[in-house]
């Protein structure tokens, strides 16, 4: 086997291994074990729906809910986790040598099996109750993918920076509960005033999850430009977050 080939298999070994390690982890000694996948964007999907649902007048509303917490859950559990996941791994960093982006990697994996389970059972419930768009679901295909790549993206840049500065974790579990209510999670794009509307075409989530909702429900339709515009700040952020993890990541060691 050629060199840069075995080296190849060896990174996704340890990829694999730490992937399942957070995932046997997180659900170590529960109970109700992979059902808290679902149970808890499903319970959050009641509560906030019950109340929401007086002041959103949208079709289907608790399955429009539904479909969007499943990838909020993703993306905020993913970016909260990552982001201090080198510091809370410095004895593994100081000890091995190893590709460090390895770390948060898992992390989002492991999320992402568990988001990837969450929609295959949401698929099963829209084939059984005959709600299932034959054509529109394929668009949570492209919404899955640039999901994944984002929040590695953003994680890597995040978890990088939070190594020399503290206080980036605290900033991102700020900024998370901001962003929430500036993506459309709890209601639909049609619904936003025109004057605050540039800010949704700022905020590279916007397209990803009105593809999930036009998949789910079947209904509605994502602006080209908007489209565009979230493309390009996703890619940005991306090809930041894995600049600044290879400007830093030689200086790990020395700064935990």
């Given amino acids: 086997m050629p060199k840069y080939r075995k080296a190849l298999k060896h990174y996704f070994d340890f990829l694999w291994a730490m992937t399942e390690k957070e995932i046997k982890v997180r659900y170590k000694r529960a109970v109700f074990g992979f059902l808290w996948i679902i149970l808890n964007p499903l319970l959050q999907m009641l509560i906030i729906g019950i109340v929401f649902s007086y002041f959103i007048k949208i079709e289907n509303y608790f399955l429009f809910l539904f479909g969007g917490l ?17 510091v809370y791994e410095r004895s593994l960093i100081q000890k091995a040598k190893f590709r460090k982006e390895v770390i948060p990697a898992s992390i989002i994996l ?23 768009n034959d054509i529109r679901i394929w668009l949570l295909i492209p919404a899955l993918i640039w999901i994944l790549m984002f929040t590695i993206g953003l994680s890597l840049l995040t978890s990088s920076l939070n190594v020399r500065y503290r206080d980036v974790a605290f900033f991102v579990q700020t900024a998370l509960i901001l962003l929430f209510y500036a993506t459309p999670i709890l209601y639909s794009l049609d619904l936003v005033p025109q004057q605050v509307l540039l800010l949704y075409y700022l905020n590279p989530l916007s397209s990803i999850f009105v593809l999930s909702q036009i998949a789910i429900t079947g209904k509605g339709q994502v602006a080209p430009s908007l489209l565009v515009s979230n493309m390009l700040i996703s890619i940005s952020l991306i090809t930041l977050g894995l600049v600044v993890y290879r400007k830093n990541h030689r200086h790990f060691v020395d700064w935990l």
């Fill in 70 to 86: 499943l990838l909020w859950q993703f993306f905020s559990l993913s970016l909260q986790k990552a982001t201090p996941s080198f």
């Fill in 110 to 132: 492991s999320n992402y099996f568990n988001l990837l389970i969450s929609i295959a059972m949401l698929i099963l419930f829209l084939l059984l109750t005959e709600q299932l």
